[in-house]
Structures are given as C-alpha cells and as structure tokens.
C-alpha cells in the first residue's frame, strides 16, 4: 500500500499472509509542475498522474509505454469532512 502525506512523505507497506507480519518503507514524494517523483530507500522513480471517475493511477513511464510492475492504482479517498 501507498501512502502520500502532503508535508510530501510518502510510505509503503508491504503486507504479508501472516496478518501480524508487515514491512515499511519510508521516503518522499514530489511535483514538479508536470510530474511525480517518489523516493523510496534511495531509488526514484518517475510517475504521470492518470485520475478517471474515482480511479487514481501513478504511472511509471508513460500512459502509453508504462511500467506496469512499477505503477501505483488505487481508489480516491475524499477527505472527511470537518466538524
């Protein structure tokens, strides 16, 4: 699971078949004004940003050459609202 913060953290959990058992990776994300970078343990990678209809995807490469193995999709979580 990804995880994006907007003070630009980002952290990625690696969960197990055993539901005790999980891996945590912390590192950073950035936008530069036409991409995602995300650094992770040292390695980064580029992503372009692919949002439909409640879809969210962080494409590695291209939306036509994307690296599947290295993108992200997920759903859109709203914001809860403030009481």
Request: glycine share 10%.
């Amino acid at each position: 699971m990804l995880s994006l913060n907007l003070d630009g953290s980002a952290l990625v959990t690696e969960n197990y078949d055993d539901k005790d058992r999980k891996k945590e990776h912390k590192g950073e994300w950035t936008y530069d004004g036409q991409g995602y970078a995300l650094a992770i343990e040292g390695k980064t990678t580029s992503y372009t940003l692919l949002r439909t209809l409640g879809v969210c995807a962080l494409i590695s490469g291209s939306p036509d050459v994307a690296n599947l193995r290295e993108s992200w999709v997920g759903t859109i979580k709203e914001d809860a609202p403030e009481e």
